[in-house]
Every structure is written in C-alpha cells, then in structure tokens.
C-alpha cells in the first residue's frame, strides 16, 4: 500500500503543521510505510488562494499521478472530490471557537466547509482527547472512526544541551503572534518582573501590532524582542538559552509549544486552558489564561531560583520525549492507512 502524505503547509514559514508534517514523513519513512511526499513547490500555502488551490484541485491530482492507495490530508482541510480514501488530522477547531477576528471567507473554508468535509474521511486523527471531544460537539461524526494520536517532537528538541543564559535571562514564547495565543498575557506579566526579557519567536499577524502598542504602553518594549518566524538552528538555540518557556494560549488543539518546551527541557508555565493540561500533564505549573498576577509571580520564582527550576524540567524531559514520540504516532497513522484502504 502506497500513501500520500499532504506536506505542503510544511513549505515557507511552517508552524506547527508543517512541524506535524515533516516530522510523521520521517517517522513514516523510518517505520517502513511506503510514502509519498505531496507537495508542489511552487505554491505558496499561506496565501488564502493557493491554499484553496491546492486543497481542492491540486492535492486530488498530485495523489492520482503519484498513483497512492490512500491520501493523508495532514494539515486539517479535505478536497471535496478525491477518487482515493482519505485520513485527515485535525489539529483543533478553532476556526468555530476562537477565530471570529478572520476574514469571513477564510472563517468559511476553514470553519464550516471543512467541518462538512470530516463526514468523507475514512479515519479522522486529532491530536488531543480535548480536539476530539471538541470536534465531536461540531459535528455528526461517528467517534469508532475518530482516534486520538499525540504529534511527536523532533529529536532534535529532544537532544537540546541545555546552557540558560543567566547574564541576560529571557522568558521564550514560540507560535505564531495571533489572538488565541495571548502574547499579551505574557507582556502584562513581564512588566512585573524586572530584569527579565521576552523573547516572541513566531510569524506575524496584524495582532503583533497590538502587543508592540502594549509594551509601549506598560514601558517595556526596551525587554520585549518580536524575532518573528526564526530558522531551525535558532529555535533551537533559543530552547538551549531560555530562562522559561511561555504558553498562555486561550485555545490550542495541542500545544506544540508547550510539548517542545517538556522535550527539551525548558522549565514551563502555561494556560490552564482547552488542551493545555492534556499535553502539560503534571510537568509544569497551569495558571489562568486571564491572570496577571498569577503569572508575574510564577516568572519571579523561576528568576529567582533557576537551578531549581532547571531540575524539575529535567526530571520530566525523558517522560516527555517518550510520551512525544514519533514513532508511536507513526504506528497510529500506518494502521489508520491500513483501515481507511479496507474500508
């Protein structure tokens, strides 16, 4: 059985499907599965029109010349025709729960379009018993075909040499810089902290302009540095040095900036918030998306005792990267493959 795996969304300035898609493409690969790449380079998927395009009318060609058994749709959308059956993972719903910011045509398509698409699929992955039972309060879908598979974390995080850098401690929060994720909870919360920077490592959208605005505004964008989408290399070296990772978010499917802070080690704090807990487990304190206070004092404790800090994340730093791994959710997706082709 030959598979065709969608991968286009891992082009350009991925984020954390296209970390989902690189990351089962190997994982597949290593496992045995015989996989096909679909992808087509000269299409740029963060442009609403080409991601249409490629959704819809070049995806369904790409898997017919590459003549695959079965079409994984990694990156949460589904052509409406495809003469293969289709596995699709989706990763949360948050264009119906946290999106109503967006363009009406892009809250469409990926909002209720793609929520009609599920009932097609032969097997549907989520990534977290929250994305599922979420995805169920949306949707007539029968749940026996809808199973819950953890994304892995690169071992490249997972082999990360800690060295955090006391001169000029910093506080790390990667994603990209939009509503849900809450970068100003963290801005809030710095200004309560001295001596402690943030660093935001991820794309931008026209949110990025309120956070700037908001560090004007509480006299701490001199501590306050936007890097934008960044390259492997200095994500990585970004994990080695940080002081503490950050992940306020107000909704995520996952959390891959929480799960890459556990695998490498990086003493944590994040939301207690839709599938935060999930993911965090017990390796890292939850606090209230919406309380200030309560983060300010939980970045002041980790200033002022980072070796302890350091210990605890590295106790949990094995059980993660176990919990993460690749290769089990590769198992997961072969077998989901070897269902949707007998179905």
Not at 80 to 86: A, E, F, G, S, T
Not at 231 to 252: G, I, K, M, N, Q
Not at 305 to 320: F, I, K, M, V, W
Request: some cysteine; aromatic content about 6%.
């Amino acid at each position: 059985m030959r598979v065709g795996l969608d991968v286009q969304l891992a082009r350009g300035t991925a984020t954390g499907i296209g970390e989902y898609a690189r990351g089962l493409l190997a994982a597949l690969r290593a496992g045995g599965t015989d996989v096909v790449a679909l992808e087509a380079a000269a299409v740029d998927p963060w442009r609403f029109d080409r991601r249409v395009l490629w959704d819809q009318i070049l995806l369904p060609l790409a898997a017919r010349r590459a003549r695959v058994d079965v079409v994984h749709c990694a990156s949460g959308t589904m052509p409406l025709v495809c003469d293969r059956p289709i596995v699709v993972t989706v990763h949360d719903v948050a264009w119906h729960r946290a999106q109503a910011h967006a363009r009406p045509y892009a809250r469409a398509y990926f909002g209720p379009f793609a929520l009609a698409r599920y009932r097609a699929a032969a097997r549907v992955l989520v990534d977290s018993e929250f994305s599922r039972d979420e995805l169920l309060a949306l949707a007539p879908l029968d749940p026996a075909r809808i199973e819950v598979v953890y994304p892995g974390v690169a071992a490249d995080v997972a082999n990360v040499a800690r060295a955090p850098d006391r001169e000029r401690p910093f506080a790390l929060a990667v994603g990209t810089v939009e509503v849900r994720k809450n970068l100003e909870l963290a801005i809030r919360a710095l200004a309560g902290v001295p001596g402690l920077r943030l660093v935001s490592a991820g794309p931008p959208t026209p949110y990025l302009q309120r956070c700037r605005a908001l560090a004007g505004e509480l006299g701490v964008d001199d501590r306050v540095e936007f890097r934008g989408y960044v390259d492997r290399a200095t994500l990585l070296e970004l994990y080695a040095r940080a002081t503490v990772a950050l992940v306020p978010s107000r909704y995520e499917g996952f959390g891959y900036g929480a799960a890459q802070a556990l695998v490498a080690g990086v003493p944590l704090i994040a939301a207690r918030s839709s599938s935060l807990p999930e993911v965090v487990g017990g390796g890292a304190p939850l606090l209230d998306p919406g309380d200030v206070i309560a983060w300010s004092a939980a970045l002041a404790a980790v200033v002022a005792a980072p070796e302890a800090a350091d210990a605890r994340a590295l106790a949990g730093r094995a059980g993660s990267a176990a919990r993460f791994g690749w290769a089990q959710a590769a198992r997961a997706a072969a077998a989901a493959y070897e269902s949707a082709a007998t179905r």
